[in-house]
């Protein structure tokens, strides 16, 4: 019996997991341990249920305005007791998290090998994403089977020495998880709030490097344009993260056509992106997802890892300045044909089948 140790702790994660974990639950002669860190608490069981995935261990590590140095230190020390009991053949992680890194390192320390899935995505700068780009680029040094979801974060993992037989390319197991997700007769409460002649805007927002400033620049931003623009509403489900709550309800509060509303569950998230017209966001997933939903994206960082969304021609990143974020926002709105040409663009992230490949690679690996 091979005995698969995932290990996650955020929402993202255990999004792109679900579907690995549920087909390692499914495969004879393989068992999985299911370990969360519990980086996230309410924003990681709304997964968790949502996916009817149970955990085997919680670490329960999350406190108000946690650091990185309290959630890399916590894990260690708790994940530590838990590979020791369960002594797993592999241990699988998802991404960059800091739950990511942690967990890696642990299970290096135990001299257990590390199969990471979402591996070799690069920005190439070490602070930029803060610090998920550090989290990634010591996951994959200490990784020993590699799941790139495309072949160009296979490149990346060629052009920093690993050998080629380490790598698969697997496609991105969001693509799997939203098999799960879309329903077209979809519908949820914030859209009766709206008139159906409206334009939606979806916008999510947390990274720490878009914290203060930046993230003010693009509130503004959005501030303008709803004055400009009666027919547009926006809807933001805010982040938990008490710095990116406080911001957003200090600027957003008196704005009737930004509704703010609690983080949604996975299936809520995807649902309201395919009614949206366009999104913009700071986040990762939200890249990969967008482009099968056919939705254009203004991307508000200053670079991302997904290069291949902006070469299909549905991102574009636009950074956080005030008037770069306000004029992209009127240009897609006003252009129609920049607005088709970013939404017909062909999604880059595989074909729905990653989590198979994953699982039989691994099922498949001291043969
Ligand atoms: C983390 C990841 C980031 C990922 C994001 C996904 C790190 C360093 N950051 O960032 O890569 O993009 O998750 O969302 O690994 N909180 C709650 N309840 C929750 C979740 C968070 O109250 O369910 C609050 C807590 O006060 C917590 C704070 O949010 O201290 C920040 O959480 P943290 O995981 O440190 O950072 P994220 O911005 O969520
Ligand atoms: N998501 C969600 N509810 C929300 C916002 C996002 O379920 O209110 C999903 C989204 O569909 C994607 C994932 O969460 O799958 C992205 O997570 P996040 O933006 O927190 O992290 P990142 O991908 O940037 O690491």
């Known amino acids: 019996m091979i005995k698969v140790m995932s290990v996650f702790g955020t929402r993202p994660e255990?999004?792109?997991?679900?579907?690995?974990?549920?087909?390692?639950?499914?495969?004879?002669?393989?068992?999985?341990?299911?370990?969360?860190?519990?980086?996230?608490?309410?924003?990681?069981?709304?997964?968790?249920?949502?996916?009817?995935?149970?955990?085997?261990?919680?670490?329960?590590?999350?406190?108000?305005?946690?650091?990185?140095?309290?959630?890399?230190?916590?894990?260690?020390?708790?994940?530590?007791?838990?590979?020791?009991?369960?002594?797993?053949?592999?241990?699988?992680?998802?991404?960059?998290?800091?739950?990511?890194?942690?967990?890696?390192?642990?299970?290096?320390?135990?001299?257990?090998?590390?199969?990471?899935?979402?591996?070799?995505?690069?920005?190439?700068?070490?602070?930029?994403?803060?610090?998920?780009?550090?989290?990634?680029?010591?996951?994959?040094?200490?990784?020993?089977?590699?799941?790139?979801?495309?072949?160009?974060?296979?490149?990346?993992?060629?052009?920093?020495?690993?050998?080629?037989?380490?790598?698969?390319?697997?496609?991105?197991?969001?693509?799997?998880?939203?098999q799960y997700t879309i329903d077209k007769s979809y519908n949820h409460d914030v859209l009766s709030?709206?008139?159906?002649?409206?334009?939606?805007?979806?916008?999510?927002?947390?990274?720490?490097?878009?914290?203060?400033?930046?993230?003010?620049?693009?509130?503004?931003?959005?501030?303008?344009?709803?004055?400009?623009?009666?027919?547009?509403?926006?809807?933001?489900p805010v982040h938990l993260s008490p710095a990116v709550q406080t911001l957003a309800h200090d600027v957003f509060d008196n704005n009737s056509q930004v509704h703010l509303i609690d983080p949604l569950n996975v299936v809520d998230f995807h649902n309201l992106m395919s009614r949206s017209y366009f999104v913009m966001t700071d986040s990762g997933g939200v890249q990969e997802e967008a482009p099968s939903l056919n939705k254009p994206v203004l991307v508000l960082r200053d670079a991302t890892e997904r290069p291949e969304g902006v070469d299909a021609g549905t991102l574009k990143v636009i950074g956080t300045d005030k008037s770069v974020v306000l004029s992209n926002m009127l240009a897609l709105l006003t252009d129609n044909v920049l607005y088709q040409k970013m939404a017909i663009a062909k999604n880059p992230y595989g074909d729905g089948k990653a989590s198979q490949r994953i699982v039989s690679i691994l099922q498949h690996y001291s043969d």
Do not use: C
């Not at 550090?134 to 160009?152: E, G």
């Not at 805007?201 to 930046?214: C, F, S, W």
């Not at 509130?219 to 303008?224: D, K, L, Y």
């Open 14 to 178: 255990a999004i792109k997991m679900a579907p690995v974990i549920k087909e390692i639950e499914k495969t004879s002669g393989m068992s999985s341990i299911v370990v969360v860190t519990g980086q996230h608490r309410e924003m990681l069981d709304q997964v968790l249920d949502l996916f009817d995935l149970h955990a085997d261990h919680n670490l329960d590590i999350m406190e108000k305005n946690q650091t990185l140095t309290t959630i890399t230190t916590k894990i260690l020390s708790r994940l530590d007791v838990v590979i020791d009991q369960e002594k797993p053949d592999f241990v699988l992680v998802h991404g960059d998290t800091t739950s990511t890194m942690a967990a890696s390192l642990s299970a290096f320390y135990h001299q257990i090998p590390i199969a990471h899935v979402e591996a070799g995505l690069r920005t190439w700068d070490k602070y930029s994403p803060y610090p998920e780009e550090m989290n990634r680029q010591l996951t994959d040094r200490l990784s020993d089977i590699y799941f790139a979801p495309t072949t160009l974060s296979e490149e990346n993992l060629l052009k920093e020495g690993i050998q080629s037989s380490k790598i698969a390319v697997t496609g991105n197991t969001v693509i799997d998880a939203m």
């Open 193 to 236: 709030q709206i008139p159906s002649d409206h334009k939606i805007i979806l916008l999510t927002m947390h990274r720490r490097e878009n914290q203060g400033q930046p993230m003010a620049n693009v509130f503004q931003a959005v501030n303008e344009l709803t004055q400009l623009r009666p027919d547009v509403d926006v809807i933001y």
